[in-house]
């Protein structure tokens, strides 16, 4: 059984930085290729980041150049490091691996809100 644990979210003023881990419980995340996605209140949920089995990543264009994914293989964890934070990037952030998206399968996910 696959549980995908969020956690790092929290209150963080414009400009600030965030880290996000998603721990793995019943699954090796380092062989799959996993996301990180957002849902800001009223709005769809948004892909943010990809990361391959082979480390190749990708990026939407709201988020490039200041959030980076990543993965700890020791800890079994996958890892979002928000800088620049803006007013936008309030939202529930979830992660997922690609394979799942299909099945609608999310973990609690973990707040993150950007304020002055």
């Known amino acids: 059984q696959v549980q995908l644990v969020e956690s790092g979210g929290g209150l963080v003023q414009p400009g600030g930085s965030l880290r996000l881990s998603c721990a793995a419980s019943?699954?090796?995340?380092?062989?799959?290729?996993m996301g990180w996605y957002r849902q800001a209140p009223g709005k769809q949920r948004e892909f943010v980041a990809t990361?391959?089995?082979?480390?190749?990543?990708n990026y939407a264009d709201s988020i490039k150049g200041r959030f980076t994914i990543s993965r700890d293989i020791a800890k079994n964890t996958v890892d979002l490091q928000m800088n620049s934070l803006k007013f936008a990037d309030t939202a529930d952030y979830y992660c997922?691996?690609?394979?799942?998206?299909?099945?609608?399968?999310w973990g609690q996910g973990t707040q993150v809100t950007v304020s002055s």
């Open positions: 997922n691996l690609e394979r799942l998206l299909e099945f609608d399968y």
């Open positions: 019943g699954i090796i995340f380092s062989i799959y290729t």
């Open positions: 990361i391959s089995s082979r480390g190749v990543t």
